[in-house]
């Protein structure tokens, strides 16, 4: 029995599924990504050398088409176009072959950017159907990974709870750019700056507060007439 009878050939998904190097790991905070919290992932370009390196390059092929596409708006007034496209990855092996699909999208202030990364997304995630970059959607890329938590989002879901509110359509923050799930444009955090500012440009308070302060068996004339006027109390917007 020869030397290369007694090994095993390692299997197509095997070769497909190894670690990526990792030069290939790209991570991305959430101010960038601004979806409330840092993302990690691999790079476009190494998913396609892992398919060029075990299927050789007439081994794969990829096709997609458009299955919605649509224009918009920010809430601050920037206009966007959001696409979503269906991404299909055929392999051949010794005239067999086998595809995946699956669905990506972007979102952009460009058309071409918007289409682009709906694809690259619908890409990544149907190459890890055989197992290529399959980590960056177990999670394991890194030791210390966990998945984000509502406290990573700018916004507290607990609050809609407990006023009885349902949370609204996730939003940009037209301030700080993050994504929130409030009922109002600014998230709660650049709500609060804006309701404090307003408030230290506010004239003090002169109302008498001194119980004791009688003036003739009645309220201070100062208390009477500050005291009639009904100040509106401003909602909180989460």
Request: glycine content about 8%; aromatic content about 10%.
């Amino acid at each position: 029995m020869t030397k290369e009878t007694t090994q095993q050939k390692p299997s197509l998904y095997s070769l497909l599924s190894a670690d990526l190097p990792e030069e290939a790991v790209e991570r991305a905070k959430k101010e960038i990504t601004r979806k409330g919290y840092d993302t990690t992932g691999y790079q476009y370009q190494y998913i396609v050398n892992r398919l060029n390196d075990v299927m050789g390059v007439f081994g794969w092929s990829y096709e997609y088409s458009i299955v919605k596409e649509f224009k918009g708006a920010f809430p601050n007034g920037t206009q966007f176009y959001d696409v979503t496209v269906e991404v299909k990855i055929i392999l051949t092996e010794n005239e067999t072959t086998i595809s995946r699909v699956c669905i990506g999208g972007h979102r952009s202030v460009t058309y071409a950017d918007a289409l682009k990364g709906s694809i690259t997304n619908g890409f990544k995630k149907t190459a890890a159907f055989f197992g290529v970059g399959k980590k960056a959607y177990e999670g394991t890329i890194d030791d210390d990974y966990r998945a984000p938590s509502s406290n990573d989002i700018q916004y507290s879901s607990i609050n809609n709870v407990e006023q009885g509110r349902e949370a609204s359509t996730s939003q940009i923050c037209p301030i700080c750019q993050i994504a929130h799930n409030g009922r109002y444009p600014k998230c709660l955090e650049c709500w609060k700056k804006t309701k404090q500012s307003t408030d230290n440009q506010k004239a003090p308070d002169t109302r008498n507060t001194d119980p004791f302060n009688w003036n003739g068996g009645g309220i201070s004339d100062n208390t009477k007439k500050t005291t009639t006027t009904d100040t509106p109390i401003e909602e909180i917007p989460f």
